[in-house]
Nanobody, 117 residues
Framework: QVQLVESGGGLVQPGGSLKLPCAAS????????MGWFRQAPGKQRELVAR???????NYADSMKGRPTTARDNAKNTVYLQMNSLKPEDAAVYYCNAKVPITDQVCWGQGTQVAVSS
């Protein structure tokens, strides 16, 4: 099973930026589709961004171009860059890995992002 560890969360002022890394264990990282999700208190977990093994990306329409995801296969790490942060972006941010063929999905423990002045 893939182990995922997110980091980089914290308190950011409105309008600020964050870059969240998610490190994966194992040697098969290159074949995973990696996703970023977030969950605010009292709300459902929602997709923020996704990147395939080939590097194709898609993003939540509601984010309006603010997130960017990228992967570094040499480091087994996927990144989420969030710009122009708003108070409503405050949430726990999770990454996941989807394993091809089996469609197994593994989740990290999440990293908390707070947006406040």
């Amino acid at each position: 099973q893939v182990q995922l560890v997110e980091s980089g969360g914290g308190l950011v002022q409105p309008g600020g930026s964050l870059k969240l890394p998610c490190a994966a264990s194992g040697s098969a990282f290159t074949i995973y589709t990696m996703g970023w999700f977030r969950q605010a208190p009292g709300k459902q977990r929602e997709l923020v961004a996704r990147i395939t093994s080939g590097g194709s990306t898609n993003y939540a329409d509601s984010m309006k171009g603010r997130p960017t995801t990228a992967r570094d296969n040499a480091k087994n790490t996927v990144y989420l860059q969030m710009n122009s942060l708003k108070p409503e972006d405050a949430a726990v941010y999770y990454c996941n890995a989807k394993v091809p063929i089996t469609d197994q999905v593994c989740w990290g423990q999440g990293t908390q992002v707070a947006v406040s002045s």
